[in-house]
Structures are given as structure tokens and as C-alpha cells.
């Protein structure tokens, strides 16, 4: 499983039910692709626990800038 690294500020100490992000150079996840992501302050320091979310792409990359994303908690499944 993928880790993300989310920067937050002092206000944000647990990952948001839905949250978008944009992808790293070169990072490609699958639809509903399940991730850890892990939120970090500025001086690089983990904050809160990490939490399992799941990825939707909503706007493709190109050359430039690569893909954005919503991570979203993701259905229990047996």
C-alpha cells in the first residue's frame, strides 16, 4: 500500500473524511486504489495517526502537472 504525505497546519491534526491532493511526479493510482496517508507539518513532523483512504482521479495530469486526486474513506467490504 501506497503512503501519501499530506502537509497540514497546526488546525488539522486528523485526515479529513474526503480530501484532495495532487499527486507526485509519476504517481499513478488506480481507481479506488486504497492508500495510508499520513498528514505532516512544515518542519516535516508526522501528525495525527495515518489513515486508510481510497482514490478517485478528478483531473487528469499532462506534461506540466500531474494528476489531482480525492481520497476518500473507503467501503467495508467482507
Same mark, same amino acid.
Given at each position: 500500500?501506497? /503512503?501519501?504525505?499530506? +502537509? /497540514? !497546519?497546526?488546525?488539522?491534526? $486528523? %485526515? ?5 491532493? $495532487?499527486? @507526485?511526479?509519476?504517481? $499513478?493510482?488506480?481507481?479506488? &486504489? +486504497?492508500?495510508?496517508? $499520513?498528514? %505532516? #507539518? !512544515? ?7 495515518? &489513515?486508510? +483512504? @481510497?482514490?478517485?482521479? /478528478?483531473? !487528469?495530469?499532462?506534461? #506540466? #502537472?500531474? @494528476?489531482?486526486?480525492? @481520497?476518500? %474513506?473507503?467501503? &467495508? /467490504?467482507?
Amino acid at each position: 500500500m501506497k /503512503t501519501i504525505k499530506i +502537509r /497540514t !497546519d497546526e488546525s488539522v491534526s $486528523q %485526515v479529513p473524511l474526503l480530501i484532495p491532493f $495532487q499527486g @507526485a511526479p509519476k504517481d $499513478q493510482f488506480d481507481h479506488h &486504489e +486504497r492508500v495510508l496517508i $499520513q498528514l %505532516v #507539518n !512544515d518542519d516535516g513532523d508526522l501528525v495525527g495517526e495515518p &489513515e486508510i +483512504r @481510497a482514490v478517485v482521479k /478528478t483531473h !487528469d495530469g499532462d506534461e #506540466n #502537472n500531474s @494528476a489531482w486526486y480525492e @481520497a476518500f %474513506v473507503p467501503k &467495508e /467490504t467482507d
